[in-house]
């Protein structure tokens, strides 16, 4: 498994695993917590966030095909994602989490596609089904683990410390990140020297 696989992995397994913590609780939350919470209102707070994401990433996506800086635009993404869990802390009304929840779909829009595209393309031969395999295993199992973990977090410290300690494992999946864009610098470096060498020695053909 190449390095640019693991490091999309790791970095999803903390991103997925600590929003996991959320999933089971955010609509207690804001039924409970917030002026203007209802089920209802968590409900449309969602369609927002799906929506978002929807008519953000199909044209997005066009764009990302044609230009090289798909990791650039996945570590915008994932940092928008990382920092949401800190906007729920400082809700106080619904209208909050609506602008959060597009905040949300935003993020996500510009991660989804570049993210796809960079673990497409570095896929290993003929393991691909091992590797999306294993990149499901691993994530269904985080996202599990951390439901439970999160419901537990809230009931016993709060919702408001649940929301720090996704936040915090979410800024670590998105640190993870970076490791792309040296390997990406690297790359660009090599790339340079072979072309001077091969330059220098066609000038001394005669």
């Known amino acids: 498994m190449n390095k640019t696989i693991k490091l999309?992995?790791?970095?999803?397994?903390?991103?997925?695993?600590?929003?996991?913590l959320i999933a089971p609780i955010l609509a207690i939350y804001i039924k409970e917590n917030l002026t203007g919470g209802t089920i209802f209102a968590a409900g449309f707070a969602s369609t927002l966030?799906?929506?978002?994401?929807?008519?953000?990433?199909?044209?997005?996506?066009?764009?990302?095909?044609?230009?090289?800086?798909?990791?650039?635009w996945l570590m915008l993404g994932a940092l928008i994602t990382s920092i949401v869990p800190f906007g729920y802390i400082f809700s106080t009304n619904i209208q909050h989490i609506y602008l959060i929840e597009i905040m949300y779909g935003i993020g996500s829009g510009l991660a989804f596609p570049?993210?796809?595209?960079?673990?497409?393309?570095?896929?290993?031969?003929?393991?691909e089904s091992?590797?999306?395999?294993?990149?499901?295993?691993?994530?269904g199992l985080?996202?599990?683990?951390?439901?439970?973990?999160?419901?537990?977090?809230?009931?016993y410290f709060g919702f408001k410390t649940t929301f720090l300690l996704v936040g915090i494992?979410?800024?670590?999946?998105?640190?993870?990140?970076?490791?792309?864009?040296?390997k990406k610098e690297k790359l660009s470096k090599i790339k340079n020297i072979h072309y001077h060498k091969q330059r220098k020695y066609t000038d001394k053909e005669p």
Do not use: R
């Not at 999309?8 to 991103?15: C, G, H, P, R, V």
């Open 142 to 155: 985080g996202t599990a683990l951390t439901a439970a973990v999160g419901a537990a977090i809230a009931n």
């Open 8 to 20: 999309l992995m790791i970095s999803d397994i903390f991103l997925i695993s600590g929003l996991g």
């Open 114 to 127: 570049t993210w796809l595209g960079l673990w497409s393309v570095n896929l290993d031969k003929k393991q």
């Open 49 to 72: 966030y799906l929506v978002t994401k929807c008519i953000v990433q199909l044209p997005f996506s066009k764009y990302v095909d044609i230009h090289d800086d798909k990791v650039k």
């Open 169 to 182: 494992i979410s800024l670590i999946g998105w640190s993870i990140l970076f490791g792309l864009e040296v």
């Open 130 to 139: 091992y590797e999306w395999s294993l990149y499901s295993t691993l994530t």
